[in-house]
């Protein structure tokens, strides 16, 4: 199985660039994994929250395929504790799943026609954080979910 994260818009803070380069090193060891970061749409400023949407809409169609099973990050998904996080992620490797995408959207979400493409939702929290962190706290959970599934001390670390 291979794993891909999507994000819209580059990741800026550089702490938060050095902790995600850190995950995805470890994940390495696990999964065939790989991050996107999708460039912002452009002249934001001339487009509705609607357009804006569609627009970033466009771009996560193109890394998208039909056999992809797609995932969005979103704070209306469900909830999973590490552990079920990681059974989750074992269910997707024994059901044959070829390609996991995983997508945070940008600053309003997702447009109308990636939620009907998606194939479900997770929410980290109820509470909110920058898409900037959401990145960070996204692949250290994965790394996390791995190590549960290898019996590695990590998760009681």
């Avoid at 580059?10 to 970061?37: C, M, P, Q, V, W």
């Avoid at 990681?86 to 044959?96: A, D, F, T």
């Amino acid at each position: 199985m291979k794993i891909t994260l999507i994000a819209i818009g580059k990741t800026e803070d550089k702490y938060l660039i050095e902790g995600i380069d850190k995950y995805i090193n470890r994940l390495k060891h696990y999964i065939n994994f790989s991050f996107l970061a999708i460039p912002d749409v452009k002249n934001v400023k001339n487009l509705s929250e609607a357009q804006q949407k569609a627009k970033e809409a466009e771009l996560l169609h193109k890394q998208i395929n039909n056999g992809d099973v797609v995932i969005l990050l979103d704070e209306k998904g469900k909830k999973y504790s590490s552990v079920d996080f990681s059974n989750y992620l074992n269910k997707q490797m024994v059901g044959s799943v070829q390609h996991l995408i995983f997508i945070i959207g940008g600053p309003y979400g997702f447009d109308e026609s990636i939620y009907k493409r998606a194939n479900g939702l997770i929410s980290l929290s109820d509470m909110t954080f920058s898409h900037q962190m959401i990145r960070l706290f996204f692949v250290e959970q994965l790394y996390r979910g791995f190590s549960i599934l290898k019996g590695e001390p990590y998760h009681h670390a």
